[in-house]
């Protein structure tokens, strides 16, 4: 039993069955060799259903959900659902039933819901092709990462490079004339016996 989950890609309300004559020519199908489009085998609801790489294409019933026909979506079986040539609402699906596969032709009223139709299976491939590429990608290799710790006993030296001197202002000579040039020491002040001598020269 499948563990993965299953996931609706799609819910088209309803469909259309068709019988379909045997393929005359290696070119595909045309809608138009179908007969009366009203006179359809089947009406019903349709449900894309993924479920890990298996995806499905479920005919049932709209009212009771009874499967009426399911055809199981191949992307590398190109029989699996072909579309027509004349028409975008119209496709070819290979349904099957305990082992035993028939081609019944399917429509949609509206071509947008066509289009929905094949947007869910290219979304559908494009997962599995992610998947693919996930698991094929080389992962890193946990041992081989550089250790950069330090082991016991190891130490970490640093080089700065040279440090620069500190320079140092030369000592001022004087005082500062605040124009930038140093102001020469004035002469000490004279000794009274200097004074003295200078007044007793003034009196004679």
Known sequence: MDDDYESVLLVVRECYVYKIPPRTTARGYRAAEWGDMQAFLWKGRLRIIAQGKK?????EDSASGDLFAICPYDPNDTSSV?????????????????????????????????????VALQDFVKQINAEKEALTKPKEDEASKKDYSLKEGETISINIGKAGTRRTRPKATGQDS???DPVPFLPPPPSAAQVKRQQQQTKY
């Open 55 to 59: 995806c499905s294409i479920r005919l």
């Open 82 to 118: 072909e579309p027509v040539l004349d028409s975008s609402r119209y496709f070819v699906l290979r349904i099957e039933n305990e082992g035993r596969h028939a081609f019944v032709g399917m429509g949609f009223l509206e071509r947008s819901e066509a289009f929905d139709f094949n």
């Open 178 to 180: 605040g124009s930038g």
